[in-house]
C-alpha cells in the first residue's frame, strides 16, 4: 500500500490523473472501473480536460461501474450511472460498446452481476479501479458485515448510507439495496486507487489504514492488495 497526502483536493486529483494515465497507457487492453460519488468528481474533471486538450487518448479504453441502488438506472437523476454519465462517460464522449454498468432495474440479479463479472474476464481484468470511502467503511456498496470472499453481488444498505446517499437525489430517495463489485472481484483489480478527501472522512480513513482487518470497516479488507493506492488530501489525513 502507498500512501499519498496532498495540501488540496485538486492537487491530490492531479496526482490521480497522472498515475491513472501512466498506468492506463501502458495496459494492453486497459480497463478502467469508476465509482459515483463526490470524491471522484475531480479527477475526473481533470481526465476531460486532458482528453479535450488531446493529451490523453481514451479511445482505447473500457470503463465499468463500480455500483448501483438497487431499482435505479440512467434515467434516474441522482443513480450511479446517472452520475457517471453526466461527470465522466458523456463528457468523454465513451462510445457506448465501451461502457458496461450495473442496471439496477434488473429483474435478474444474478444474471446481472455475471453479466459484470464476464465484462470483466472478458477484458483481463481491472487495471485500474477508482474506489471512495463510505462514512461507515463501505468499497462501492460492500457494507459492513460484507464477505471478502463475495464477487458481484446485492447487499442491503446501512443506514448510515441510507442517510448519506441523500445527498445525491434532490428529492428524499428509499434506498434499500444496492448491486456492487464484490471485494474478491476488486482485489483480483491490479490497481485499487482509493480517494478520500475532506475533515468528515478523517475518522473513517484511520480506521481503514489502522484497525485490524474486520468485516465491520469493510475498507480495512483491502489494504493488503499489493497495488493499492491510497490519496488523501489534508484535511481527510489530519488524524493519520
Ligand atoms: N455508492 C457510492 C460509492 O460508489 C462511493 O464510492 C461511496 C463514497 O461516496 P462519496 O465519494 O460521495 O463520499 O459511497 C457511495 O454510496
Not at 464522449?93 to 452481476?113: I, R
Not at 483491502?222 to 488523501?232: D, F
Request: glycine share 6%.
Amino acid at each position: 500500500m502507498k500512501i499519498f497526502i496532498d495540501d488540496t483536493y485538486e492537487a491530490m486529483s492531479k496526482r490521480i490523473a497522472d498515475d491513472v494515465v501512466n498506468i492506463m497507457n501502458n495496459a494492453p487492453e486497459p480497463l478502467f472501473c469508476a465509482a459515483s460519488g463526490d470524491s471522484p468528481k475531480s479527477l475526473y474533471k481533470e481526465l476531460i480536460q486532458r482528453n479535450n486538450a488531446s493529451a490523453i487518448d481514451i479511445s482505447s479504453w473500457y470503463f465499468l461501474g463500480l455500483d448501483e441502488w438497487i431499482g435505479l438506472d440512467a434515467s434516474d437523476e441522482g443513480s450511479c450511472r446517472y452520475m457517471l454519465n453526466k461527470d465522466l462517460f458523456h463528457p468523454l464522449h465513451a462510445k457506448e460498446e465501451m461502457l458496461c454498468c450495473f442496471d439496477g432495474k434488473t429483474n435478474d440479479a444474478l444474471k446481472e452481476c455475471n453479466r459484470i463479472e464476464n465484462f470483466i474476464t472478458k477484458h483481463n481484468g481491472i487495471d485500474v479501479a477508482i474506489l471512495g470511502l463510505g462514512m461507515n467503511g463501505h468499497i462501492g456498496l460492500n457494507e459492513p458485515g460484507t464477505s471478502p470472499l463475495l464477487r458481484s453481488h446485492v447487499m442491503d444498505i446501512a443506514e448510515t448510507t441510507k442517510t448519506v446517499g441523500q445527498k445525491y437525489f434532490s428529492k428524499p430517495q428509499i434506498l434499500t439495496k444496492g448491486i456492487t463489485l464484490g471485494l474478491a472481484t476488486l482485489t483480483e483489480a491490479k490497481h485499487l486507487f482509493l480517494i478520500v478527501s475532506g475533515e468528515k472522512k478523517a475518522a473513517i480513513l484511520k480506521e481503514a489504514l489502522q484497525h485490524e482487518p474486520t468485516e465491520s470497516i469493510p475498507a480495512t479488507l483491502i489494504r493488503e492488495h499489493p497495488g493499492l493506492m491510497v490519496y488523501a488530501d489534508k484535511a481527510a489525513a489530519k488524524l493519520l
